[in-house]
C-alpha cells in the first residue's frame, strides 16, 4: 500500500490515501462479483491461513470466502479444536504453521495486541480480523464502502455510533477511520460504556441520549452490547438497556428524516435493535455483509501485491 504497509493490524495506522486505495480496489472486486464467474486468478499460488481464537460467523467466512474468490490456498484453524487446547503458545502455534509455507495470517484473538505482536516475530503478512476491544479493521472498512455506496462520500457525512463503545473494537476502527475521512462522528450510549479519555482523544462529540443522535445524525451504526467483555455490571438489564438505547420503529418514527441503519451483526434483537427496524427499508445490514467479501479481496490483494500501490 501507499505507506509500504505490510501488514493490516488497525485503522490507527492507516494514511487516508491507504483507506482509499482499498475501497476503490474493494470496488473493482465488487464488480467481479457481480459476473457469473466470480474467481479471479490474483492470488493463486498464495496460501494464507485464518487462525481465528475467538468465535466468528460472518468475518471468518467472508475472509474464507475472498480468499476462495482470489484462488488463494486456504487452511483453516480454530482454537477451539486445536492444540491451544493442550497449552502451545500462539507463538508456537504460528511457527509451526508458517513451515508448512504460509505466507498471510488473517487472525482473531480476544488479547488486544495479539496480531501486533505476531508481526513483530514472524515473516509473513497479517490481517488483523479483532483483537479484544481493540480494532476490527476490515469491519471498519466495509462499513465505510457501504456508507459510500449509499452517500457517494464519507466527508460531512454525520455517523452516530451508539452501544457499547467500550468495548467495541469495531466501534475504535469506525472511529478512526471516519475521522480520517472527514465524517462527523458522534457516540451515545451509557455513561459507563463511553470512556472519556478515548472520545477526547480522538475528539469525538458524546451524547447519553439516543434521541439527541438519532435527530442528528444520517447514519446510526448500532453495537452489541459485548457482555463477554464486561466483567462487572455496566448497566442494570438489557430490558432497561432496550428501553433508554434500543433503536425502535417509535423513535425512528419521530425523526424529521429518515436516516440509515447499519449494524456489524451479530444482531441481539431485542435489545439493541428492534426486528422491524433490522429487517426495514433503511437497514443496510445485509449489504455491509456481502461489501465485506469484495472489501476483504482488496485488503488481502494489495497487501501480497505491495507493488501495485
Ligand atoms: C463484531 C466483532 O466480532 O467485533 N462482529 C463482527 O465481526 N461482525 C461485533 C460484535 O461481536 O458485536
Same mark, same amino acid.
Given at each position: 500500500?501507499?505507506?509500504? =504497509?505490510?501488514?493490516?493490524?488497525?485503522?490507527?495506522?492507516?494514511?487516508? $490515501?491507504?483507506?482509499?486505495?482499498?475501497?476503490?480496489?474493494?470496488?473493482?472486486?465488487?464488480?467481479?462479483? #457481480?459476473?457469473?464467474?466470480?474467481?479471479?486468478?490474483?492470488?493463486?499460488?498464495?496460501?494464507?491461513?485464518?487462525?481465528?481464537?475467538?468465535?466468528?460467523?460472518?468475518?471468518?467466512?467472508?475472509?474464507?470466502?475472498?480468499?476462495?474468490?482470489?484462488?488463494?490456498?486456504?487452511?483453516?484453524?480454530?482454537?477451539?479444536?486445536?492444540?491451544? !487446547?493442550?497449552?502451545?503458545?500462539?507463538?508456537?502455534?504460528?511457527?509451526?504453521?508458517?513451515?508448512?509455507?504460509?505466507?498471510?495470517?488473517?487472525?482473531?484473538?480476544?488479547?488486544?495486541?495479539?496480531?501486533?505482536?505476531?508481526?513483530?516475530?514472524?515473516?509473513?503478512?497479517?490481517?488483523?480480523?479483532?483483537?479484544?476491544?481493540?480494532?476490527?479493521?476490515?469491519?471498519?472498512?466495509?462499513?465505510?464502502?457501504?456508507?459510500?455506496? !449509499?452517500?457517494?462520500?464519507? !466527508?460531512?457525512? !454525520?455517523?452516530?455510533?451508539?452501544?457499547?463503545?467500550?468495548?467495541?473494537?469495531?466501534?475504535?476502527?469506525?472511529?478512526?477511520?471516519?475521522?480520517?475521512?472527514?465524517?462527523?462522528?458522534?457516540?451515545?450510549?451509557?455513561?459507563?460504556?463511553?470512556?472519556?479519555?478515548?472520545? $477526547?482523544?480522538?475528539?469525538?462529540?458524546?451524547?447519553?441520549?439516543?434521541? $439527541?443522535?438519532? #435527530?442528528?445524525?444520517? =447514519?446510526?451504526?448500532?453495537?452489541?452490547?459485548?457482555?463477554?467483555?464486561?466483567? #462487572?455490571?455496566?448497566?442494570?438489564?438489557?430490558? $432497561?438497556?432496550?428501553?433508554?438505547?434500543?433503536?425502535?420503529?417509535?423513535?425512528?418514527?419521530?425523526?424529521?428524516?429518515?436516516?440509515?441503519?447499519?449494524?456489524?451483526?451479530?444482531?441481539?434483537?431485542?435489545?439493541?435493535?428492534?426486528?422491524?427496524?433490522?429487517?426495514?427499508?433503511?437497514?443496510?445490514?445485509?449489504? #455491509?455483509?456481502?461489501?465485506?467479501?469484495?472489501?476483504?479481496?482488496?485488503?488481502?490483494?494489495?497487501?501480497?501485491?505491495?507493488?501495485?500501490?
Amino acid at each position: 500500500m501507499k505507506s509500504a =504497509v505490510q501488514h493490516l493490524l488497525g485503522i490507527k495506522d492507516l494514511h487516508q $490515501e491507504d483507506i482509499s486505495l482499498i475501497l476503490s480496489t474493494a470496488k473493482q472486486f465488487k464488480e467481479v462479483l #457481480q459476473r457469473p464467474v466470480k474467481k479471479v486468478p490474483s492470488l493463486r499460488d498464495v496460501t494464507i491461513v485464518n487462525l481465528f481464537y475467538e468465535n466468528s460467523t460472518r468475518t471468518r467466512m467472508s475472509f474464507e470466502l475472498a480468499q476462495k474468490r482470489l484462488s488463494a490456498d486456504v487452511i483453516n484453524f480454530s482454537a477451539s479444536t486445536s492444540s491451544a !487446547k493442550k497449552g502451545e503458545t500462539l507463538l508456537d502455534t504460528v511457527r509451526n504453521i508458517l513451515s508448512m509455507k504460509v505466507d498471510m495470517v488473517v487472525m482473531r484473538h480476544s488479547a488486544s495486541g495479539a496480531p501486533h505482536f505476531l508481526a513483530q516475530h514472524i515473516p509473513a503478512a497479517i490481517v488483523n480480523a479483532g483483537d479484544g476491544i481493540n480494532e476490527h479493521p476490515t469491519q471498519a472498512l466495509l462499513d465505510a464502502f457501504s456508507m459510500i455506496e !449509499k452517500f457517494g462520500d464519507l !466527508k460531512g457525512l !454525520k455517523v452516530a455510533i451508539i452501544g457499547d463503545i467500550m468495548h467495541s473494537r469495531v466501534a475504535l476502527s469506525n472511529m478512526y477511520l471516519l475521522k480520517k475521512m472527514g465524517a462527523k462522528v458522534k457516540v451515545c450510549g451509557p455513561p459507563t460504556l463511553i470512556p472519556k479519555h478515548l472520545v $477526547e482523544a480522538l475528539q469525538v462529540e458524546v451524547t447519553y441520549n439516543v434521541e $439527541e443522535a438519532l #435527530q442528528w445524525c444520517d =447514519v446510526a451504526n448500532v453495537l452489541r452490547i459485548q457482555l463477554e467483555r464486561q466483567n #462487572q455490571p455496566l448497566f442494570s438489564s438489557l430490558r $432497561e438497556y432496550n428501553l433508554a438505547y434500543g433503536i425502535t420503529r417509535a423513535r425512528l418514527e419521530k425523526l424529521q428524516q429518515s436516516i440509515t441503519i447499519m449494524h456489524p451483526g451479530p444482531i441481539n434483537r431485542g435489545v439493541e435493535l428492534d426486528s422491524d427496524v433490522a429487517d426495514g427499508p433503511h437497514s443496510i445490514i445485509l449489504d #455491509q455483509v456481502e461489501n465485506g467479501v469484495a472489501v476483504r479481496m482488496a485488503v488481502m490483494f494489495l497487501l501480497s501485491n505491495p507493488n501495485r500501490s
